[in-house]
């Protein structure tokens, strides 16, 4: 990993310029005498004396290309020409960079609304309350019961801090690489709908279709997903169909197992029989989004919801505290 990150890639402008060039008729050559113009020409020197090497591009291009295009690349070009590799793995990274994007905006201001509704009741517990009972206590105002619902509130903040926390720990545990198969092998079995199975699922059928789309063959396709150990749940899910085509199981029962999950293994019924298999799913891709974005939804009114409740509370607190001076006076009247 050291010596890939020392490594000089092509930028993805550059990788997206050659795929445009590739598909407008331009042959590999040409279209690196016209990117060389551009700049990194560090980079195309070492490609052309692969070439002048004899090399074919699809073994060793992988190593000029970006990290995240590099590694769907190395498994396609094993099984398709350049410019196919090199196309179907654009349109994956695109179109997961762009999943991922969407998840990332819409819980960015549900998250922030809550960290800071919580920072902003401890800055207000650390800061101005404590100066606030101190004038109290100087002028021999008794606090006690103004000082229930704060406390209150501290104490379920600090519950509330300690629960988020744990879940994150949680999640950066069962989430890693290590044992996010194992996660999802127990989610998938009792809790088939949660966020994680349908993300999986949905990815599968992402890349399936773009091997589709090339016409690979299902047992090519499935070959590829198998070397993707980058990303754990789609070689898991591909070698799961693969178990059931080793024991002589039709497609359609190989798309069975319990790990797999059943609005997919429906579409992918249907799809054998229909002979349109990119087609179905590229609906089932559709289906899938709408369904993740729904949870989502869901998860971020929730943190709002959580969020406004606590920013309301210490509006009342707040409240609270303003109105001291006014029962000093009246204590000392």
């Known amino acids: 990993m050291k010596r890939r990150q020392k490594q000089i890639c092509l930028t993805d402008e550059a990788c997206t310029d050659l795929l445009m060039l590739l598909n407008s008729g331009f042959s590999f050559q ?54 196919e590799s090199l196309k179907v793995t654009m349109d994956i990274v695109r179109k997961r960079k762009e999943a991922a994007d969407a998840i990332r905006k819409a819980l960015f201001y549900p998250l922030t609304l809550l960290c800071a509704a919580i920072s902003g009741v401890f800055l207000f517990d650390r800061t101005i309350l404590p100066n606030m009972m101190s004038l109290m206590k100087t002028f021999s105002v008794k606090t006690g019961s103004q ?3 704060p406390r209150v509130f501290e104490v379920c903040s600090i519950i509330l801090i300690a629960v988020c926390v744990l879940g ?24 088939p ?8 699922s949905l990815d599968f059928a992402r890349i399936f279709c773009e091997c589709s789309s090339v016409s690979l063959s299902t047992r090519s396709s499935i070959a590829i997903m ?20 080793l024991m002589g199981e039709a497609m359609k029962d190989a798309v069975q197992s319990p790990y797999i999950e059943k609005k997919l293994a429906r579409f992918f019924h249907l799809a054998i029989y229909a002979g349109d298999t990119e087609n179905m799913l ?7 989004w709408k369904r ?23 509006l009342v607190i707040v ?15």
């Open 226 to 245: 198998k070397k993707l150990k980058d990303r754990p749940l789609i070689p898991f899910i591909a070698s799961e169909m693969e178990k059931s085509f």
């Open 193 to 200: 709908d949660c966020l994680l199975v349908q993300y999986a």
């Open 292 to 314: 993740t974005e729904r949870r989502i939804r869901i998860l971020t009114s929730a943190i709002q919801l959580i969020a406004y409740t606590w920013i309301g509370i210490m």
């Open 30 to 83: 040409e279209s690196m005498d016209l990117l060389e113009e551009e700049g990194k020409q560090q980079v195309w020197q070492k490609i052309r004396r692969h070439l002048i090497n004899g090399e074919e591009a699809g073994r060793f291009m992988g190593k000029y290309l970006p990290a995240d295009k590099a590694f769907y690349f190395t498994c396609f070009a094993s099984f398709l020409p350049f410019r």
């Open 147 to 149: 000082m229930i619902l």
């Open 282 to 288: 590229k609906g089932y891709q559709e289906m899938s």
């Open 168 to 191: 994150a720990g949680g999640a950066a545990v069962f989430l890693s690489k290590k044992r996010i198969v194992d996660t999802y092998r127990y989610l998938a079995v009792k809790l």
């Open 319 to 333: 409240y609270q505290v303003l109105m001291m001076p006014l029962g000093m006076l009246r204590q000392i009247g």
